[in-house]
Nanobody, 114 residues
Framework: QVQLVESGGDLVHPGGSLRLSCAAK????????TRWYRQAPGKERELVAS???????DVSTSVKGRFTISRDNNRNTVDLQMDSLKPEDTAVYFC????????WGQGTQVTVSS
């Protein structure tokens, strides 16, 4: 059984930083595309960042230059480094992976507020 567990969400002031981590049991991230999504209240789920099997990364325009996705194959984790956070980054952040993107974590809350 595959299990994804996100961690690292917190309350942070605008301009601050957070590092989210997604750990997997029963699946190896290096064999699939892994993505971070977020969902703010009343809004649709939004793709934030992706890391491909070959290590190539991609981030959405809204977070480009501020967020970085990375993968640690030894620890089997995928992290999302978030810098220069803005109030509009407030959302629940989800990790997603799988051969067909079928695995989701439970989400971790990020709140950016003064």
């Amino acid at each position: 059984q595959v299990q994804l567990v996100e961690s690292g969400g917190d309350l942070v002031h605008p301009g601050g930083s957070l590092r989210l981590s997604c750990a997997a049991k029963g699946f190896f991230f290096r064999f699939a595309i892994t993505r971070w999504y977020r969902q703010a209240p009343g809004k649709e789920r939004e793709l934030v960042a992706s890391i491909f099997r070959n290590g190539r990364t991609d981030v959405s325009t809204s977070v480009k230059g501020r967020f970085t996705i990375s993968r640690d194959n030894n620890r089997n984790t995928v992290d999302l480094q978030m810098d220069s956070l803005k109030p509009e980054d407030t959302a629940v952040y989800f990790c997603n992976t799988g051969n067909d993107g079928e695995y989701w974590g439970q989400g971790t809350q990020v709140t950016v507020s003064s």
